[in-house]
């Protein structure tokens, strides 16, 4: 039974809308039924919502969502700045770990920092916002390209000249393709001191409703506050925030499409 609102009409509408959204093509009997509404108010609104292109008919005769909400999600998502919806989550994360944050996308051969938060307890690290950095020394970097389309991903690595500048740097593309293939594995990244030799990183990717990667976060500390025993809890933080942004850019896990 839907809550009497102010606005029935628009109430139920919305209802229809989301009831397919969840159980995809429905007959009108079906949706009527669960949701209790008056059959003579509710074909009004079937055809209304097929009118404005929310809804069609199928060769079943259910219905099923429809292309107006597509320029919808388009016109939403191309207005959307990730920073804006980036910068709550990570600000929480940065004073949870009391650790320096980045928020990270891939700007052609490089990665670049599009947001930074430090807090009072935050070490001294010499990044930007807009500073680019190493896809194959940088947590952030390595995140990002892990989750590129193979051919795309291979395109980038032969552009790439490596060179190590600490002991633990990647030295050649296939070290870097074994990390690649272990950060799918485990759902995140770690930069141990590739970079600069005493500051770590873990990070963990973004996704959008597409399921396509748009950026990266991490946590950025020395090899004292990301030892050993702290990197795989501080990933689990990393991995929860990034899924919180990812989850406002419409992105389900495949657990949370199959309960829908």
Known sequence: MLEITPVPALTRAIAILDFIAQHGPCSAAEIIETLALPKSSAYLLFAELKKQRLITIDRNNNYCLWTRLVEFAGHALQHMDIRDI???????????????????????????????????????????????????????????????????????????????????????????????????????SFDNGEDYPDVRCVAAPIFNARQQLVAAISLVGTRLEIDDDKRDYLAGQVIACARDISRLLGWRSPAEKHAS
């Not at 892990?146 to 600490?166: D, K």
């Open 86 to 188: 980036a910068r709550p989550r990570l600000t929480r994360l940065m004073q949870h770990t009391n650790l320096l944050c980045h928020l990270g996308i891939l700007d052609g051969g490089h990665a670049c920092y599009i947001l930074k938060l430090e807090s009072a307890a935050t070490i001294s690290v010499r990044s930007h916002e807009g500073k680019s950095l190493s896809l194959y020394r940088s947590g952030i970097g390595k995140c990002l390209l892990a989750w590129q389309q193979p051919e795309e991903q291979e395109r980038i690595i032969s552009g790439l000249r490596f060179v190590a500048v600490t002991p633990t740097s990647l030295r050649n593309a296939d070290a870097l393709r074994t990390e690649l293939a272990r950060i799918r594995r485990q759902g995140w």
